[in-house]
Nanobody, 127 residues
Framework: QVQVVESGGGLVQPGGSLRLSCAASERTFSSSNMGWFRQAPGKEREFVAAIRWSDGRAFYADSVKGRFTISRDNAKNTVYLQMNSLKPEDTAVYSC????????????????????WGQGTQVTVSS
């Protein structure tokens, strides 16, 4: 089964940038839809971005559109989340998720559409 591990989190000032990485354990990654979600203290987990394996189409939450970019490198079994113009409200634990198998129609923004999750990486935006 695919496992995913996130890295790249940290402390950054408002307006700064970070790039998160999500490394998958198996070659089946190349046929898996991938997503990023985040959860701030006291809040529900929310969708950030996703990328479809078949055509590379990206999907974004309105709150990050124009600032964040999701991409993937199938040769490295890795998906990235480039985060620019970071704001304090972006502070959260960011988790990578994979949809590895068949099932109901994949809805990029639904956490129920993913069957593999990473442990998460903390992103803190503060001066």
């Amino acid at each position: 089964q695919v496992q995913v591990v996130e890295s790249g989190g940290g402390l950054v000032q408002p307006g700064g940038s970070l790039r998160l990485s999500c490394a998958a354990s198996e070659r089946t990654f190349s046929s898996s839809n991938m997503g990023w979600f985040r959860q701030a203290p006291g809040k529900e987990r929310e969708f950030v971005a996703a990328i479809r394996w078949s055509d590379g189409r990206a999907f974004y939450a309105d709150s990050v559109k124009g600032r964040f970019t999701i991409s993937r490198d199938n040769a490295k079994n890795t998906v990235y989340l480039q985060m620019n113009s970071l704001k304090p409200e972006d502070t959260a634990v960011y988790s990578c998720a994979a949809r590895t198998g068949p099932g109901s129609t994949w809805v990029p923004s639904s956490r129920y559409g993913y069957d593999v999750w990473g442990q998460g990486t903390q992103v803190t935006v503060s001066s």
